[in-house]
């Protein structure tokens, strides 16, 4: 058996005492820098890069693994907590972790997002160890047309999460697009709206603007709605190590499914460079959210709807290790951090980089297993201490919030214009909130405008501006058809409904 | 969240005391007065002093580098600094840090805002070119002492592995004869990845559709993906693809072959004399600074690039070591500078 000897050679890389112990002090600093707002794992891994240059490459490799993980761990804790997200990927998960924590249910909504990562990320390298080369293949057949179909499927599946009000919900989706066009324009090289500033020329990034629109936007509603004078315990309702702090069994029972769709959903979107694991969160979420027998649930705490983008964005982070293990392709901003580690270290990437170096590939791929259940029993550890931390008194967190936020924003990449976006932001999604407008909608059309915008003029150059390349290549004509059938199936279902209704109604 | 706010505490002491466990790392500390104090001294009062004695170097070096860590630059300023440090080159410390943005507007932007300051100090790259020309970042190269240019980056044209031509003529024929036009990849708008292609396209009488990515991962995946026809790499970054038989090397951009792709014919053993256009790898002072500095930074710099790392570093990132020192390394800004000027306006990226 290749993938038991495959493993085997691993385990033996990885499971040495040194070696653990780099992953669990990995898994413990990522989990610190993923806690402050901002930092999710592209930041913590390139912060945290120098420190693994003195180590040899495999015991590095081993250590960053940990940091990935654990950034995203802690990352989510934020995204439940504070409502304020640390990276694109999680933020699907404030829509339903916020509300849970806000009901006093923060305990097992933490329990939960841990498990739900865990298997995520397990099922990620179980996927990767037995079908890398199946999924290497699937990868290399992406290019710029296959993206931008996936773009468009991903911007269809916004429309679920935008809320009660869908035509707000779009208003929002084009406020964040506007924000997007800020900055250079990759085809023709041309700046459009920097205002002469040489910070804006690479845009406006989307950490501030997350940072603000949730983080800032949910204390300042808070304070509007006077919950700062409240006592801790009725804000945030917390039961320490009692009834009502683990999960209860209809929390397991429910989303057992939803965590296997999601990991298996996150992994295959996030093995496509580039498309990675916001939008495989996205789609988790709206596909749970479809499938839900109480869909208006959604948005108000459903367990389901925090377990499904978890699981989904620790598998895709999973899958994104395989277009760089096989194809030396990287997939998103932490592998390519990751890439440039490799370099550094004097490793090729590259299609000959797991048959020339084994040992370093499958002890990378086995120390994320490792890291993923170290990151388990701490979280599962430190859990308490972070719930007993909403038990301060609201007045008195506040400050300290506004700190993180500020601290995160701009030690990101020292911008002092980045942290005027983020409070701007702030006050910005204060009233979005007042007035039902969607900031989740906001984000992730910034993430996934550009995309969509780059992909397909990409497309259009390499064809000569002809649209037929949309149906010659078979993946973008199956994604083509999937995006058709998203849109038009709920027109059709609405007419038989009335038609049925109608004919009732003419019955009776 | 008190616990929480603690926590961070601890971990920025834990990381300082790990940061000063590791070389890299501990160039980043950044003892906030000192740069400061260099800053705010007057030129003028600094020139008289280096006339009355030349003491150099009395301070703390700062290093600016225009882009993020991990990256080609950062890589480049790193090894120097490295250098300088192990063969006790500069005797006070070396302060490294990334300011990234703009394509190096931000980074190379600080530097112009510390004009006659003998202690400030970058690297440059292509966009030390580029940058000014398409983004009127209110410098160009003419703002800066040049000290050296220490290597140069060429690319490399590749295909896939498994596309029907083999060597760059029976590419250049392909795209004579076929209808649809050849679409070539490269990163960026505004670059000497789609100079190049441009270049070549000009001389050999063909016609090309440039189209523009992000990343290198953005790029190769196109590639491979059958979706555009060919693309300009960076040699290290396309080495492993092209042992493992995924990409083809057709020519590469350099005045003479790199020992890691002997087989490689350059473009202009192939006739086309143009296609070659190195990106300045060089080192730059901040403008109007003392001749004396000048001149030490060159005599240091040439001891840097005797050394036995830094020609490991050419090696492993696959660059051609070409040395050219003070207005030699000016002359030769000017005239790439003017290339690129050309160029862009021809293919109408910048107005004139």
Same mark, same amino acid.
């Given at each position: 058996?290749?993938? !038991?000897?495959?493993?085997?050679? *691993? #385990?033996?890389?990885?499971?040495?005492?040194?070696? =653990? %112990?780099?992953? $669990?002090?990995?898994?413990?600093?990522?989990? !610190?820098?993923?806690?402050?707002? *901002? #930092?999710?794992p592209s930041a913590g891994i390139a912060? =945290? %890069?120098?420190? $693994?240059?003195?180590?040899?490459?495999?015991?590095?490799?081993?250590?960053?693994a940990g940091i990935y993980y654990g950034s995203m761990y802690g990352g989510t804790i934020t995204s439940i907590l504070i409502n304020t997200p640390g990276e694109s990927a999680t933020v699907a998960s404030t829509l339903d972790g916020y509300p849970l924590a806000r009901q006093g249910r923060a305990g097992p909504a933490l329990v939960m997002q841990a498990i739900a990562s865990f298997v995520g990320g397990t099922v990620g390298v179980i996927l990767i160890c037995s079908l890398a080369p199946w999924f290497a293949k699937v990868a290399m057949s992406f290019g710029p047309s296959e993206y931008f179909m996936l773009v468009v499927l991903g911007l269809l599946m916004l429309t679920v999460m935008m809320g009660e009000n869908q035509r707000y919900g779009i208003v929002s989706a084009l406020f964040g697009f506007a924000i997007a066009m800020v900055g250079v324009d990759v085809v023709s090289g041309q700046?459009?709206?920097?205002?002469?500033?040489?910070?804006?020329?690479?845009?406006?990034d989307f950490i501030p603007v997350a940072i603000g629109l949730f983080g800032i936007g949910e204390l300042l509603s808070c304070v509007y709605e006077g919950n700062h004078r409240e006592k801790p315990q009725d804000m945030m309702k917390v039961k320490m190590f009692g009834k009502g702090f683990w999960p209860n069994a209809v929390d397991y029972?429910?989303?057992?499914?939803?965590?296997?769709?999601?990991?298996?959903?996150?992994?295959?979107?996030?093995?496509?460079?580039?498309?990675?694991?916001?939008?495989?969160?996205?789609?988790?979420?709206?596909?749970?959210?479809?499938?839900?027998?109480?869909?208006?649930?959604?948005?108000?705490?459903?367990?389901?709807?925090?377990?499904?983008?978890?699981?989904?964005?620790?598998?895709?982070?999973s899958g994104a290790m395989i277009p760089l293990l096989t194809l030396g392709i990287p997939g998103s901003g932490s592998t390519a951090v990751l890439l440039g580690a490799f370099l550094m270290w004097g490793l090729q990437p590259g299609p000959?980089?797991?048959?020339?170096?084994?040992?370093?590939?499958?002890?990378?791929?086995?120390?994320?297993?490792?890291?993923?259940?170290?990151?388990?029993?701490?979280?599962?550890?430190?859990?308490?201490?972070?719930?007993?931390?909403?038990?301060?008194?609201?007045?008195?967190?506040?400050?300290?919030?506004?700190?993180?936020?500020?601290?995160?924003?701009?030690?990101?990449?020292?911008?002092?214009?980045?942290?005027?976006?983020?409070?701007?932001?702030?006050?910005?999604?204060?009233?979005?909130?007042?007035?039902?407008?969607?900031?989740?909608?906001?984000?992730?059309?910034?993430?996934?405008?550009?995309?969509?915008?780059?992909?397909l003029r990409q497309t259009l150059i390499a064809s000569s501006g002809s649209f037929s390349v949309f149906v010659q290549r078979p993946v973008t004509l199956s994604l083509l058809i999937i995006v058709l059938i998203a849109i038009v199936f709920p027109i059709i279902m609405r007419i038989i409904n009335k038609s049925r209704k109608n004919n009732r109604d003419i019955v009776a | 969240m008190k616990k929480?706010?603690?926590?961070?505490?601890?971990?920025?002491?834990?990381?300082?005391?790990?940061?000063?466990?590791?070389?890299?790392?501990?160039?980043?500390?950044?003892?906030?007065?000192?740069?400061?104090?260099?800053?705010?001294?007057?030129?003028?009062?600094?020139?008289?002093?280096?006339?009355?004695?030349?003491?150099?170097?009395?301070?703390?070096?700062?290093?600016?580098i225009a882009f993020g860590p991990g990256g080609g630059n950062d890589i480049m300023s790193r090894t120097i600094i490295d250098i300088l440090k192990k063969h006790d080159l500069y005797s006070k410390d070396i302060i490294a840090e990334n300011r990234q943005g703009g394509s190096g507007a931000v980074g190379w932007g600080y530097l112009n805002s510390h004009k006659g300051d003998p202690y400030q100090i970058s690297s440059t790259s292509g966009s030390f070119i580029t940058t000014p020309l398409v983004s009127d970042p209110g410098f160009n190269y003419e703002s800066f002492t040049p000290v050296a240019l220490m290597a140069t980056d060429d690319m490399v044209l590749v295909v896939k592995g498994d596309a029907p031509y083999n060597t760059l003529e029976?590419?250049?024929?392909?795209?004579?004869?076929?209808?649809?036009?050849?679409?070539?990849?490269?990163?960026?708008?505004?670059?000497?990845?789609?100079?190049?292609?441009?270049?070549?396209?000009?001389?050999?009488?063909?016609?090309?559709?440039?189209?523009?990515?992000?990343?290198?991962?953005?790029?190769?995946?196109?590639?491979?993906?059958?979706?555009?026809?060919a693309m300009m790499a960076n040699p290290a970054e396309a080495l492993g693809q092209i042992q493992a038989g995924q990409m083809k090397p057709l020519a590469f951009s350099g005045q003479v072959r790199i020992p890691q792709l002997p087989d490689v014919p350059t473009f202009i053993e192939k006739g086309y004399k143009s296609v070659t256009l190195p990106m300045p790898r060089g080192v730059v002072l901040a403008g109007d600074v003392p001749k004396e500095v000048q001149d030490w930074w060159v005599d240091t710099m040439k001891k840097v690039t005797e050394t036995e790392e830094?020609?490991?570093?050419?090696?492993?990132?696959?660059?051609?070591?070409?040395?050219?020192?003070?207005?030699?390394?000016?002359?030769?800004?000017?005239?790439?500078?003017?290339?690129?000027?050309?160029?862009?306006?021809?293919?109408?990226?910048l107005k004139q």
């Open positions: 058996m290749d993938l !038991l000897s495959n493993l085997a050679l *691993g #385990f033996s890389v990885a499971v040495t005492p040194l070696n =653990l %112990l780099f992953v $669990t002090v990995g898994a413990f600093i990522g989990m !610190l820098v993923g806690v402050i707002p *901002g #930092f999710g912060i =945290l %890069l120098p420190i $693994t240059l003195s180590l040899d490459p495999t015991s590095a490799i081993i250590m960053l700046q459009r709206f920097t205002f002469g500033s040489a910070e804006l020329i690479n845009g406006i029972i429910e989303t057992k499914w939803t965590m296997f769709r999601g990991s298996v959903l996150g992994f295959v979107v996030g093995v496509l460079p580039g498309a990675g694991a916001t939008i495989a969160s996205l789609m988790s979420y709206s596909l749970e959210k479809k499938m839900s027998k109480t869909p208006e649930k959604f948005g108000k705490g459903a367990m389901a709807g925090l377990v499904a983008p978890e699981a989904a964005n620790n598998a895709a982070s000959l980089l797991m048959i020339e170096h084994p040992e370093f590939s499958w002890g990378l791929i086995t120390s994320m297993y490792m890291g993923n259940i170290v990151l388990l029993l701490v979280n599962i550890v430190a859990i308490p201490i972070f719930v007993k931390a909403l038990q301060v008194p609201y007045k008195l967190l506040l400050p300290v919030i506004v700190v993180l936020c500020v601290i995160g924003t701009y030690s990101l990449h020292g911008s002092i214009i980045e942290t005027w976006i983020m409070l701007i932001c702030g006050v910005l999604g204060f009233f979005m909130k007042l007035y039902g407008y969607s900031p989740a909608a906001t984000v992730l059309a910034l993430v996934l405008g550009p995309m969509a915008e780059n992909t | 929480l706010f603690s926590m961070s505490v601890a971990l920025i002491l834990l990381l300082a005391v790990t940061a000063c466990g590791s070389k890299p790392a501990a160039n980043d500390a950044k003892p906030a007065d000192q740069p400061q104090q260099a800053a705010t001294q007057p030129a003028a009062e600094k020139k008289e002093e280096q006339k009355a004695e030349f003491n150099y170097p009395e301070k703390n070096l700062n290093w600016t029976e590419f250049i024929e392909a795209a004579k004869t076929r209808d649809k036009k050849m679409a070539i990849g490269g990163i960026g708008a505004v670059n000497v990845d789609a100079i190049l292609p441009w270049l070549l396209a000009k001389e050999a009488g063909f016609e090309i559709e440039y189209v523009p990515f992000q990343g290198d991962g953005e790029n190769t995946s196109a590639l491979l993906s059958n979706s555009i026809d830094w020609k490991k570093y050419i090696n492993d990132n696959s660059l051609t070591e070409y040395l050219l020192f003070g207005d030699d390394f000016t002359k030769y800004l000017e005239e790439t500078n003017k290339v690129f000027r050309d160029v862009l306006i021809e293919t109408g990226a």
